[in-house]
């Protein structure tokens, strides 16, 4: 799913595309992308975008008289341009929207529909999607204290909720535990302000670098399908299961639970303890190392 870097850079190179553009035609392809009735799809014709932002993980195209389309792509949409006359592969598009300079198309791969387009009349409206988590990148250290302590769960948990920070999911999650040398299962009350602090600075250093990275990329060029993933070469530890650690050099391990998995290192965050997989610790029981030394021999 597409966090804070890559929306924030989606919405620096949609901006170079449609901001004070009008709206000419909207196409569906797929019924199950629009998830509001009120107003109508086709309110949007002839209405010119005056902004793009990020409300958490979802783009805001917003339009005259405080109209607002609303799009979450959640795992596998992704945005495509296209020249004007050109369309999307059918088994892969859910909306195209043309502009005078191109057409703006919406995908998604794989066969279950989760991305969403909604369409709010007024900032009151707007604000029904947010979810009200704390803006990383703007919020002090008391405040992201704060709202780390707000809870007691694990930190891994606690960024990745978007009740309590905004943007943040598993890919940079991991990435910015191991920058801050925090294990992802210590508990958030047992925090102590010195943590807390390096967390801060290392979630604002680690989203922010991203940000102007990607941002940069997507401004040279419009992003393709494959450029908006959570899997990169760069990232230290997200992704890159028994690859060495590029402070240390240990193998990166991992926790798996569901369609999702935690990457991290065991010397830079957890003191050299191999936390324990489910799936593979019940199969090995007792035989499942503790320490990476044991791993490693």
């Not at 595309?17 to 629009?34: A, G, I, T, W, Y």
């Not at 002839?46 to 979450?72: M, N, P, S, Y």
């Amino acid at each position: 799913m597409p966090e804070l870097p890559d929306v924030e850079a989606y919405c620096a190179a949609l901006r170079k595309k449609v901001v004070d553009q009008p709206l000419e035609n909207v196409r569906l392809m797929s019924p199950f992308f629009l998830r509001s009735i009120e107003p109508a799809i086709d309110a949007l014709e002839g209405r010119t975008v005056r902004h793009v932002e990020r409300l958490g993980k979802r783009i805001v195209f917003g339009f005259d008289e405080d109209l607002f389309a609303v799009i979450h792509l959640m795992i596998a949409g992704r945005f495509r341009w296209l020249a004007s006359g050109k369309h999307l592969p059918r088994k892969l598009g859910l909306a195209e929207f043309d502009f005078p300079l191109g057409t703006l198309g919406v995908t998604e791969a794989g066969s279950k529909r989760r991305a969403s387009l909604h369409l709010v009349a007024g900032r009151a409206g707007l604000a029904a999607h947010d979810r009200g988590g704390l803006e990383p990148l703007t919020a002090s250290v008391s405040q992201f204290g704060e709202t780390l302590r707000r809870e007691n769960h694990t930190l891994k948990r606690t960024l990745t909720d978007p009740r309590l920070f905004s943007g943040i999911g598993n890919a940079y999650s991991d990435e910015i535990l191991h920058a801050a040398g925090l294990s992802p299962i210590v508990w958030t009350s047992r925090l102590s302000d010195a943590e807390i602090e390096r967390l801060h600075a290392a979630t604002i250093e680690t989203l922010s670098r991203w940000t102007a990275a990607l941002t940069a990329q997507f401004l040279k060029k419009f992003p393709g399908a494959g450029d908006v993933t959570a899997f990169r070469e760069d990232f230290a530890v997200h992704g890159r299961f028994g690859k060495p650690c590029p402070v240390c050099t240990a193998p990166v391990q991992r926790i798996r639970y569901a369609d999702n998995e935690t990457n991290y290192c065991a010397t830079c965050q957890t003191g050299g303890k191999v936390l324990a997989d489910r799936s593979l610790s019940r199969l090995l029981k007792e035989d499942w190392p503790r320490v990476i030394g044991e791993l490693e021999g």
